[in-house]
């Protein structure tokens, strides 16, 4: 009895908890909430509910015995039937939740087992080489096991495994190339599962908004997928990001499991502190799953980038949100990593990394900018625009998507944030060290290894020239480097430091991939200059707002004439540097030069 039981009370008590982004809906100003309804259908589209006044008249005519003997028995095998069906329900939705347990639960026993009895191998074993062959077959073994139960389980376990795909800093390369796969291989939700949820949560069927909707989605992510389809009333193609509906069943059963394997981990290995992993997606995964949230982030950034016409950023306008249905302006594009796409159309590729750079570095560094924490390659999409070519600017369109997962920067961490990427750039130790404490609370003993984690180099690099291209050998470095044991100290800091800054991490290293598939011609040494504009300028208007608040007189009273004038040679110099740097590749271009020797331009 307690056995049959207990799955069905869990079950029932988990999914109680609200998914819900309150914190967002409170936010919207207001007007605008209601943009997020959908519109009324049309009374043509709906369906006919009326009643003839024959049937209306008789409807308190006591029928026949034999008629109510028959009404009785149709009746009570009805609700027999019913009980039987939800009864079932709850039995399958028991096993269900047992089967993606186990699943996890076994594989995490299996890995465990796996890693101790390597580990004590390698003990025994004198050979370096061996024991690092050791290590990363078991790597290899436990991170295959572990994609097969992200697949099976799906939802939350494959946007899991998609963050620990782009931890490069943090993981074995065993683990992220093996997860590589997730990004592209998410579960389709059926078509009738979708018709069903919109009809729940609108209380509308679907055809009679829509005049068209693809049956097939045309993209499919860990936690929505879309469609394509027409507005019946207007006739506006518009794109329908819909929320898997098994996600609200499973969610949080599924983020408890999450939970508990970091947790087991701990114990096992108390090195590896992962919960703060866990800690993160409890905060950010009832944003993501809040549609309305993600709408009002939309609006939010197409306004502050609206003030910025020269970044070709697209945001597609929000028609109106649900909290599981979300309708959007239909704006497509390619993908970022389609070379032969970007150079059958005439877009250069060092155009379109130095875009990603201002783009990205803007949310950073900008005042009361949205930092969007999610731009990985499914979330950016690139189209060939000439209109922008003819107004001066580049020939192609950054259509940036999915924006549930946003964060701001308080002002005084932002500040410190660049200042510590001057540093950085200026390869000055001493300043590094104070504003990485400022930022993170990192002490001196722990600052190598921050700064090799924000920086995605080696120390040796960032201590000299972070502006050189990174080599074989230098990759070779850094992955000896974990395999040796600084991935404990790593994942320990890691969990120490402000979650924004893992969330800045995190944006960091996807930037960083996506600028790795464009294969540019100029390295990293472009994208450094085009950040240490932003810091200059985040620290300029800095020394501007100390001035007006230090001083009582007007800017042109002498000390504060002679501050402001240091002040915006500091931000001169970067960015006549860049200036230079970017006339020089416009000089290059024209000659037909594409080398990377460009350093030199930088001493």
């Known amino acids: 009895m307690i056995g049959s039981t207990f799955p069905n009370l869990v079950l029932k008590r988990l999914n109680r908890a609200g998914w819900t982004c ?31 006044s024959s049937s209306s008249s008789n409807a308190n005519a006591r029928p026949p015995r034999r008629r109510r003997a028959v009404i009785l028995a149709a009746a009570t095998g009805g609700a027999a039937t019913i009980s039987l069906l939800a009864v079932g329900d709850e039995i399958k939705q028991a096993y269900e939740g047992f089967e993606r347990t186990g699943r996890v639960a076994s594989a995490l026993v299996i890995c465990i087992n796996d890693y101790r009895t390597t580990l004590n191998q390698r003990e025994k074993i004198e050979d370096e080489d061996e024991r690092t062959r050791l290590l990363k077959d078991c790597h290899k073994r436990c991170a295959q096991r572990t994609l097969k139960v992200l697949e099976k389980n799906g939802g939350v376990f494959i946007k899991l495994g998609q963050h620990l795909s782009a931890m490069n800093y943090l993981l074995p390369v065993e683990w992220t190339s093996t997860f590589v796969p997730l990004q592209d291989r998410c579960p389709v939700s059926s078509f009738e599962s979708i018709e069903q949820m919109f009809r729940s949560d609108t209380g509308e069927d679907l055809w009679d908004y829509f005049s068209e909707f693809s049956s097939e989605p045309i993209g ?32 949080p059963l599924d983020m408890r499991l999450t939970a508990f394997t970091f947790s087991a981990l701990k114990r096992f290995f108390p090195e590896y502190d992962l919960e703060w992993l866990s800690s993160e997606m409890e905060i950010s995964l009832p944003q993501e799953l809040d549609f309305q949230c993600e709408a009002q982030n939309a609006i939010r950034t197409k306004a502050y980038f609206s003030r910025i016409p020269e970044l070709p950023l697209v945001i ?17 594009g390619h993908r970022l990593d389609d070379l032969e796409y970007l150079d059958s159309n005439g877009i250069d590729r060092d155009e379109v990394s130095a875009t990603l750079a201002r783009i990205f570095n803007e949310m950073i560094f900008g005042q009361g900018a949205p930092l969007h924490c999610d731009p990985h390659g499914g979330n950016i999409a690139i189209r060939k625009n000439d209109s922008r070519r003819q107004r001066g600017g580049a020939n192609f369109d950054l259509i940036l998507y999915d924006h549930g997962l946003y964060r701001d920067i308080p002002e005084d961490l932002r500040r410190s944030y660049a200042k510590m990427w001057l540093a950085i750039i200026d390869g000055d130790i001493d300043r590094m060290k104070k504003y990485a404490h400022e930022v993170a609370g990192v002490g001196e003993d722990k600052f190598p290894l921050f700064a090799s984690a924000i920086t995605g180099r080696d120390f040796s690099v960032v201590s000299s020239s972070i502006m050189k291209p990174k080599d074989a050998d230098e990759k070779k470095t850094m992955g000896d480097a974990l395999q040796e044991g600084l991935l404990a100290d790593l994942v320990q800091m890691l969990g120490q430091v402000p979650r924004i800054i893992l969330l ?48 009582s007189h007007s800017m042109y009273w002498p000390p504060n004439a002679i ?27 024209m000659l037909g030069y594409n080398n990377n020797n460009t350093t030199m331009l930088l001493k």
């Open 220 to 251: 499919a992510a860990s936690l929505a997928q879309v469609h394509l389809a027409t507005i019946k009333e207007t006739g506006q193609k518009v794109a329908v990001k819909v929320q898997h509906p098994e996600l609200k069943q499973w969610a």
């Open 22 to 52: 309150a914190k967002c809906r409170d936010q919207v100003a207001p007007g605008t909430r209601a943009a997020f309804a959908p519109p009324p259908v049309p009374r043509q589209y709906r369906g006919s509910r009326a009643y003839s």
């Open 316 to 332: 597609p306008d929000v028609i109106w949100a649900k909290q599981r249905i979300l309708v959007m302006a239909c704006e497509t």
């Open 563 to 589: 501050r402001l004038l240091s002040a915006w040679l500091g931000f001169m110099r970067v960015e006549i540097k860049l200036e230079a740097f970017e006339l020089w590749l416009s000089i290059k271009r």
């Open 504 to 551: 800045i991490l995190k944006t960091n290293d996807l930037t960083r991939s996506l600028d790795d598939s464009l294969h540019t011609r100029q390295g990293p040494i472009r994208q450094f200059l085009i950040l240490a504009r932003y810091c200059a300028r985040t620290v300029f208007y800095e020394q501007l707002d100390e001035i007006r608040q230090h001083s």
